[in-house]
């Protein structure tokens, strides 16, 4: 019994103790512990606070550097290209899958237009129409669009009036023969084999000494299919930027000016038989 009594008396003391010393804040410095923690979670806070001010500052910097230089833009870009393509007819053919594409053909032509080129021809030829119009007429169609374009043969007529009739001319004007066709690009198929059609059109348009051709494309080489593996293919991407905007209408330009110094109509233009 005695031994019980102090066991009780023990366990109460070292209550009462934990007591006293959970309450008495200044035993071993506890209470300048508990400052120092406020000071140091006060100390995060306000540079917290600091850190989010300078983030929206910073923020504010950007996007009016941002207006700045779209505004800056606006105002330049025009200049580069005003009057690039003055007096050149351009034809502008959108070729592909448009489904998905995400193009914009009047964007094309309305920047082609500010640089001073007179859109004479519009053409949209989804992905089945170059097999349809291959099988319609006897010659290669590459050769056949591109004397259609450049230098009128004697099956470029009947070649004009199939594309109308089947709806792919959405305004043609081809009394005169044009300067440059843009070609932009939609969503093209995995098979290889309109890409190896849009390659012996770029070859045949190579081969007319009174053609120029620039082939373009909204988006990346995602959409290009089997015709992004051929890397010699000239292809501007993203056309929906303003840096290639700019890349359009002075690779045109100077694809032009460099024939207008090369081509002789009297002696590099044959004639049809």
Request: hydrophobic share 45%; glycine share 6%.
């Amino acid at each position: 019994m005695k031994y019980h009594v102090v066991s009780l008396v023990a366990v109460f003391m070292a209550l009462g103790v934990g007591i006293f010393l959970g309450s008495n804040t200044s035993f071993m410095d506890i209470e300048t512990l508990l400052k120092k923690q406020d000071a140091v979670i006060t100390a995060l806070e306000q540079g917290q606070k600091a850190l989010e001010r300078d983030n929206k500052r910073i923020q504010g910097q950007i996007e009016d550097k941002d207006k700045r230089i779209n505004d800056m833009e606006q105002k330049t870009i025009p200049l580069l290209m005003d009057g690039r393509l003055q007096n050149w007819r351009v034809a502008l053919v959108a070729a592909g899958s448009f489904r998905n594409a995400g193009i914009d053909e009047n964007a094309v032509a309305s920047l082609l237009e500010r640089a001073d080129a007179t859109v004479a021809c519009r053409m949209r030829m989804p992905v089945e129409a170059f097999k349809t119009l291959q099988d319609r007429i006897a010659s290669p169609l590459p050769a056949a669009f591109s004397a259609m374009l450049f230098s009128p043969a004697p099956d470029s007529a009947a070649l004009a009036a199939i594309i109308k009739e089947q709806g792919h001319m959405m305004q043609c004007n081809l009394d005169a023969p044009l300067d440059a066709v843009v070609f932009l690009l939609g969503e093209l198929p995995d098979g290889k084999d309109h890409a190896a059609m849009l390659k012996a059109l770029n070859a045949a348009l190579a081969e007319n000494p009174a053609a120029t051709a620039l082939w373009t494309a909204y988006g990346g080489e995602e959409k290009l299919g089997a015709l992004a593996a051929d890397k010699e293919f000239p292809v501007i991407l993203h056309a929906e930027t303003i840096a290639s905007q700019v890349d359009i209408v002075m690779d045109l330009w100077q694809k032009l000016e460099s024939r207008r110094e090369a081509f002789n109509p009297e002696t590099d233009l044959q004639q049809p038989q």
